[in-house]
């Protein structure tokens, strides 16, 4: 069973720094694209940072210069540095993940992992 498990959201003021990781863990053959994702309430999920196997990355608009996303492929894990946060940041954080499975390329998500930046 394939399993994507984040860690690392919590509550910070605003100006502060959070680091979210995202491990897969199960019968993974390999895995392409990963990022991250946030939805806050009563808004659509959006893409905040995407990186692929062979280390190209986006950025949404209002996070490029403020949070890096990074991978240790030999750990199956993604990470999200978040600094200067901003109230506006709050949302849940969801990790995707394009898999390499006994059954193909399948695409997973975490649970989520709220983040909240206090003014």
């Known amino acids: 069973q394939v399993q994507l498990a984040e860690s690392g959201g919590g509550l910070v003021q605003a100006g502060g720094s959070l680091r979210l990781s995202c491990a897969a863990s199960g019968s993974i053959f390999s895995i392409d694209a990963m990022g991250w994702y946030r939805q806050a309430p009563g808004a659509q999920r959006e893409l905040v940072a995407a990186s692929t196997r062979g280390g190209s990355t986006n950025y949404a608009d209002s996070v490029k210069g403020r949070f890096t996303i990074s991978r240790d492929n030999a750990k199956n894990t993604v990470y999200l540095q978040m600094n200067s946060l901003k109230p506006e940041d709050t949302a849940v954080y969801y990790c995707?993940?394009?898999?390499?499975?006994?059954?193909?390329?399948?695409?997973?998500w975490g649970q989520g992992t709220q983040v909240t930046v206090s003014s």
């Open positions: 995707n993940a394009d898999l390499y499975t006994a059954r193909g390329l399948e695409n997973y």
